[in-house]
């Protein structure tokens, strides 16, 4: 079964660095969502993507943030200048449509900002 | 492996009445999370509870924890169309700092 692919699985980076979190969906699907979990916290919608468009980014925050799902290659989320405050862990879902479909997710990355 | 199942698998119940969803899992938990999922939108943290709690209330939900069957139920009282969705459990484990493992789901509809 070779579900959601995240990786790495655990980043550390400092303080103003960029981080790059890679998911490769689920061969054949091409609806891609990004959630982020902050410690203690349930998961937070940032994203949905369809192949080389971005659906829905209400979560995302309006700076520093970035994703991209290009036509091929995994989907990547960007955090440039990361803070502490970016510590998380952040999980990639990805479903074969993106009407009332199940989605299946990641192990996630879990990002650690020092 | 996605660790947590619900049961059912879909449900459907007049509007008004209470739905009740239930999830089994196999490993020891952290907590235990209920997400819902509206058609063509991502999920949405319903509630969290811990490995040690029992029993957790938000709204209209209700949440209980039994860690000796290892299952959980969801019970939504007083439904409304809103409410249909697909509403997914999901374990963590290894002190909250593990991934989110998640079930299949149950699709819930609530007819008007």
């Known amino acids: 079964n070779a579900g959601v692919m995240q990786n790495p699985r655990h980043l550390v980076r400092r303080r103003g660095q960029e981080a790059r979190l890679r998911c490769s969906p689920v061969?054949?699907?091409?609806?891609v969502y990004w959630y982020r979990q902050l410690p203690e916290e349930g998961l937070k919608f940032m994203v949905y993507l369809q192949k080389e468009n971005i659906i829905d980014e209400s979560g995302m925050p309006k700076e520093r943030f970035s994703a991209e799902f290009p036509k091929e290659g995994p989907s990547i989320l960007r955090i440039q200048q990361v803070v502490r405050g970016d510590s998380a862990a952040y999980f990639c879902?990805?479903?074969?449509?993106?009407?009332?479909?199940?989605?299946?997710f990641g192990q996630g990355t879990r990002l650690t900002v020092v | 492996s996605q660790q947590g199942e619900e049961d059912p698998q879909a449900l459907s119940i007049q509007e008004g009445e209470n739905a009740t969803m239930n999830c089994s899992y196999k490993?020891?938990?952290?907590?235990l999370q209920w997400y819902r999922q509206n058609s063509g939108r991502g999920l949405v943290h319903l509630i969290l509870i811990r490995s040690n709690e029992r029993e957790k209330h938000s709204g209209r939900l209700r949440v209980t924890l039994d860690t000796s069957k290892k299952s959980s139920s969801l019970l939504i009282t007083a439904s409304r169309a809103a409410d249909t969705a697909s509403y997914f459990c999901a374990t963590q484990g290894g002190g909250g700092a593990d991934g989110l493992t998640f079930g299949k789901g149950t699709h819930l509809i609530i007819q008007p």
């Open positions: 490993t020891s938990i952290n907590n």
């Open positions: 879902a990805s479903s074969p449509r993106g009407e009332g479909t199940e989605a299946f």
């Open positions: 061969k054949g699907h091409s609806h």
